[in-house]
Nanobody
Framework: QVQLVESGGGLVQAGGSLRLSCAAS???????MNWYRQAPGKQRELVAG???????NYPDSVKGRFTISRDNAKNTVYLQMNSLKPEDTAVYYC??????????????WGQGTQVTVSS
């Protein structure tokens, strides 16, 4: 079955850095890989996405501070977060868009990893 295992969250001071990883397994063909976050009382929001061709997108709130990358050989996506701010505090979720052998599309989610930025 599909499994997404996230790691790398934690507590960091403002201005610091963290690197999140998400390793996918049990997937036939991966398309886009994304990172979302959800802060208490807020909706889940996209913070970075990367296509199978390596094209990336970011919202203005993280542009220039966050970098998404992927290792297709390892089915792993990374999120390098620099210059972290207290408002980046949230649970971060890995999301993978993928297909099975029959061509059906799916969206799978990781369990989430907590990122806390102290001021």
């Amino acid at each position: 079955q599909v499994q997404l295992v996230e790691s790398g969250g934690g507590l960091v001071q403002a201005g610091g850095s963290l690197r999140l990883s998400c390793a996918a397994s049990g997937i036939f063909s991966i398309n886009t890989m994304n990172w979302y976050r959800q802060a208490p009382g807020k909706q889940r929001e996209l913070v970075a996405g990367i296509t199978s061709a390596g094209n990336t997108n970011y919202p203005d709130s993280v542009k220039g501070r966050f970098t998404i990358s992927r290792d297709n050989a390892k089915n792993t996506v990374y999120l390098q977060m620099n210059s972290l701010k207290p408002e980046d505090t949230a649970v971060y979720y890995c999301n993978v868009l993928h297909r099975d052998q029959r061509g059906y599309s799916y969206s799978s989610w990781g369990q989430g990893t907590q990122v806390t930025v102290s001021s």
